[in-house]
């Protein structure tokens, strides 16, 4: 290893954190991914983040933002809409490979690309083994690219590997308006399809990708003529976690997303019981009083502030059951943790609901 890998190699472990992360920086980290996973556009101002370090830079990206370096201006979100040549057919569409990679509308023989307004990119390693890494957090600027009226919306994306999902709002609202977040197809290695989703209208849609080397989002702006795809109504609840000196418990969390409509009262109550049979019951907890978007409600324990504490109730796994009543009417949630944790989303878990929560329809 070379002088400069060494220390590049120190910085990196330097700027990763020790100590298991208070409840508010896992609220903040959450808040985060759930923003760049549901796009939300109530994001203000812009800053990035821009290092060169060695493949192992994701650990530096991850570190604690108090020993980050300070933020440089981001780049400024662009559009290009001028016509060029379409790529061939689940081609990798034209990219210099400079930054994160645009995703490029196909239209009827035009190929637009969208670039980015938030992202974290990691590029490929030179000869020597060093890649860059960069982050900006933006805010999406109209116009948008408006698609017109169609179908679909194809897409191609010059990297393998990479997941999206589509966020529906109608144009012009805020955030508290309903947003409807469904997959993207995939239909080749670098080809996409974006389904219609929600009741007919004009909407902004945010495209959000995630992939090995980072995610994007961008926006662009459709008019549909007929009723979408729907997702079914969700919830997820955060209590409990792990780390290397065993089981963490933070203030208890918990959103339920798509619901036929917001609830103009809510609680929620729940049990936790440990494989032996010990248990503890948390609430009952009244749903916050903030904006939560169209269909969405949200309950935290306390408000959701403090440290993690050490969980003794006993030894896992633990079963969540958790009793919420919307409007009058109880519903049952259950998971088991840590089998129904969210992948790279700890402590967040998902519940299955019995009888089903009230669906939104259009």
Same mark, same amino acid.
């Given at each position: 290893m070379t002088e400069p890998q060494r220390d590049l190699t120190s910085?990196?472990?330097?700027?990763?954190?020790?100590?298991?992360?208070?409840?508010?920086?896992?609220?903040?980290?959450?808040?985060?991914?759930?923003?760049?996973?549901?796009?939300?556009?109530?994001?203000v101002g812009a800053a990035a983040l821009v290092a060169t370090v060695l493949g192992g830079s994701?650990?530096?990206?991850?570190?604690?933002?108090s020993t980050s370096p300070p933020p440089a201006a981001g780049p400024s979100p662009s559009t290009s809409s001028s016509p060029v040549a379409t790529?061939?057919?689940?081609?990798p569409p034209a990219w210099d490979g400079e930054g994160a990679p645009p995703i490029t509308l196909q239209l009827d023989g035009r190929a637009v690309a969208l670039e980015p307004w938030t992202s974290c990119f990691t590029g490929r390693p030179d000869d020597r083994g060093i890649a860059s890494a960069g982050c900006f957090d933006g805010f999406p600027q109209p116009p948008f690219e408006d698609v017109g009226g169609r179908e679909q919306v194809l897409f191609s994306f010059p990297l393998e590997g990479w997941r999206f999902t589509a966020s529906f709002t109608p144009s012009g609202e805020g955030a508290c308006e309903r947003r409807i977040t469904v997959p993207v197809r995939k239909t080749g290695a670098y080809s996409f399809q974006v389904p219609m989703a929600g009741p007919?209208?004009?909407?902004?849609?945010?495209?959000? *990708? =995630? $992939?090995?080397? /980072?995610?994007?989002?961008?926006? #662009?702006a459709w008019t549909t003529s007929q009723l979408g795809a729907l997702p079914d109504p969700s919830g997820y609840v955060g209590l409990v976690t792990d780390d290397e000196e065993g089981f963490r418990a933070y203030p208890l969390e918990m959103g339920l997303s798509d619901l036929a409509e917001t609830p103009r009262r809510a609680s929620v109550t729940m049990r936790v019981t440990a494989a032996d049979g010990t248990s503890q019951t948390i609430g009952p907890i009244?749903? *916050? =009083? $903030?904006?939560? /978007?169209?269909?969405?409600?949200? #309950?935290?324990?306390?408000?959701g502030s403090g440290g993690g504490t050490p969980f003794g109730l006993g030894p896992a796994p633990f079963s969540y059951r958790v009793e919420v009543t919307l409007d009058g009417t109880t519903y049952i949630g259950t998971a088991v943790w840590p089998r129904d944790e969210r992948r790279d989303e700890q402590p967040y878990t998902d519940l299955r609901f019995d009888p089903p929560l009230p669906a939104y329809t259009g």
């Amino acid at each position: 290893m070379t002088e400069p890998q060494r220390d590049l190699t120190s910085a990196v472990e330097a700027a990763t954190p020790t100590e298991p992360p208070s409840y508010d920086g896992v609220l903040a980290r959450r808040d985060r991914r759930h923003t760049r996973r549901r796009a939300l556009v109530a994001s203000v101002g812009a800053a990035a983040l821009v290092a060169t370090v060695l493949g192992g830079s994701a650990a530096l990206r991850g570190g604690d933002p108090s020993t980050s370096p300070p933020p440089a201006a981001g780049p400024s979100p662009s559009t290009s809409s001028s016509p060029v040549a379409t790529p061939p057919e689940d081609v990798p569409p034209a990219w210099d490979g400079e930054g994160a990679p645009p995703i490029t509308l196909q239209l009827d023989g035009r190929a637009v690309a969208l670039e980015p307004w938030t992202s974290c990119f990691t590029g490929r390693p030179d000869d020597r083994g060093i890649a860059s890494a960069g982050c900006f957090d933006g805010f999406p600027q109209p116009p948008f690219e408006d698609v017109g009226g169609r179908e679909q919306v194809l897409f191609s994306f010059p990297l393998e590997g990479w997941r999206f999902t589509a966020s529906f709002t109608p144009s012009g609202e805020g955030a508290c308006e309903r947003r409807i977040t469904v997959p993207v197809r995939k239909t080749g290695a670098y080809s996409f399809q974006v389904p219609m989703a929600g009741p007919a209208g004009s909407y902004d849609v945010d495209v959000f *990708g =995630r $992939g090995p080397e /980072g995610d994007v989002i961008t926006t #662009f702006a459709w008019t549909t003529s007929q009723l979408g795809a729907l997702p079914d109504p969700s919830g997820y609840v955060g209590l409990v976690t792990d780390d290397e000196e065993g089981f963490r418990a933070y203030p208890l969390e918990m959103g339920l997303s798509d619901l036929a409509e917001t609830p103009r009262r809510a609680s929620v109550t729940m049990r936790v019981t440990a494989a032996d049979g010990t248990s503890q019951t948390i609430g009952p907890i009244s749903a *916050g =009083r $903030g904006c939560s /978007g169209g269909g969405s409600v949200s #309950f935290r324990e306390g408000g959701g502030s403090g440290g993690g504490t050490p969980f003794g109730l006993g030894p896992a796994p633990f079963s969540y059951r958790v009793e919420v009543t919307l409007d009058g009417t109880t519903y049952i949630g259950t998971a088991v943790w840590p089998r129904d944790e969210r992948r790279d989303e700890q402590p967040y878990t998902d519940l299955r609901f019995d009888p089903p929560l009230p669906a939104y329809t259009g």
